[in-house]
């Protein structure tokens, strides 16, 4: 048994370490890079993409301020974005609110004919 604490601190760096290389084997990394729109929240609006890389992405602003699709009174940026795949992880909900609400849901799709 390992106890971590200030005496067998490289320990729990080794277990985060082999703990954080697992996680990677289990879970499908990849990384894209986004031409996006902003909005006034700096919200970002996927607009042209995916690039391999951050010049792939600001390419694309210069391609369109060339054919005329750049509009002056919106901001853009270049957005990284990595995907990792979803899991078939369970979590805690409730159940009695999910049961009550495809309840609702199998009595509206049977009263408009949906599948």
């Known amino acids: ?3 971590f604490g200030k005496s067998n601190g490289a ?5 985060v370490q082999i703990v954080s290389k697992k996680l990677e084997d289990k879970v499908m990394r990849k990384e894209q890079f986004w031409l996006v729109e902003l909005d006034k929240y700096d919200n970002p609006d996927l607009i042209d993409g995916s690039h391999s890389d951050y010049d792939g992405a600001n390419e694309a602003l210069y391609l369109r301020k060339r054919m005329g699709f750049y509009k002056k009174d ?6 990284r974005i990595e995907l990792l795949e979803c899991t078939d992880k ?6 009695e609110a999910i049961s009550n609400c495809n309840e609702m849901l199998d009595n509206y799709r049977t009263k408009r004919g949906i599948l």
Do not use: G, S
């Open 1 to 3: 048994m390992i106890t």
């Open 90 to 95: 369970k979590y805690e909900v409730n159940e």
């Open 74 to 79: 919106k901001r853009y940026a270049v957005a």
């Open 11 to 15: 320990n729990w760096i080794d277990l």
